[in-house]
């Protein structure tokens, strides 16, 4: 049993939207899938992480996935529609506080292969409808590179405000980015969905 009483893995989220996508627990059998996704360096260019292109690292990527599970720190989910993982969500850097989950951050990939058919634009609402309804979060905060135009539009789309800019904050990949810093507060995506 990890800390928020999940048994077996992270809960499965339908999206109301498409019966063929939902978000599901990650698998040994999804390996091949991790690796298509992060070995695309379009994916991991504004992202933590390295590029996971070698099999060995696919798997130390799944084993971190399942021990931020079993620790409550990470909560990762794969992106499945039509039967095919095609990309993950994340609530990273989870946060406790005595009235349960504080606050996360949102993190999201797809296979390059999928960008700009809207899967994210409809997956992410029903992760965010998760995380304020069913994990009681406060908060949810996101971190972007300026030049991630994709990311900034989705999350803003979403609801997010933007706070701030961190100035050089990385060393990512051989280059420094800055992160402008976004938030969305549960009181606001409530009132948003009422
Ligand atoms: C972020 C990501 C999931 C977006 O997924 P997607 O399905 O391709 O997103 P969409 O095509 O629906 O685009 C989202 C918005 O960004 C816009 N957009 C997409 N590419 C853009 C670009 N290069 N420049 C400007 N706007 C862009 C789209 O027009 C859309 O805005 P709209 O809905 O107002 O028209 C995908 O780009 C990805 O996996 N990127 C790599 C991983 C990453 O950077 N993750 C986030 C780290 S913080």
């Known amino acids: 049993m990890n800390p928020d009483g999940f048994a077996i893995g992270l809960p499965e989220i339908?999206?109301?939207t498409d019966p063929e996508l939902r978000l599901r627990w990650l698998t040994e059998a999804d390996l091949p899938a991790l690796q298509q996704i992060f070995s695309a360096p379009e994916v991991v260019r504004y992202m933590s992480g390295e590029l996971q292109d070698t099999e060995q690292k696919s798997r130390?990527?799944?084993?971190?996935?399942?021990?931020?599970f079993l620790t409550g720190a990470l909560y990762q989910w794969g992106l499945e529609w039509c039967g095919e993982v095609v990309g993950t969500t994340t609530l990273a850097g989870l946060e406790r506080y005595p009235g349960g989950i504080y606050q996360a951050e949102i993190g999201f990939?797809?296979?390059?292969?999928?960008?700009?058919?809207?899967l994210?634009?409809?997956?992410?609402?029903?992760?965010?409808?998760?995380a304020f309804s069913r994990l009681g979060l406060r908060r949810i905060s996101a971190d972007v590179d300026p030049r991630n135009l994709a990311s900034l539009r989705l999350l803003e789309f979403l609801g997010f405000q933007r706070e701030g800019l961190m100035r050089q904050r990385y060393f990512h990949l051989g280059e420094i980015q800055d992160a402008v810093i976004l938030g969305l507060l549960r009181d606001e995506w409530l009132s948003r969905q009422s």
């Open 14 to 16: 339908a999206v109301s």
């Open 60 to 68: 130390e990527y799944l084993l971190s996935i399942q021990q931020g």
């Open 109 to 118: 990939a797809l296979a390059p292969a999928h960008w700009g058919c809207g």
């Open 120 to 130: 994210m634009r409809q997956t992410l609402p029903a992760l965010l409808e998760f």
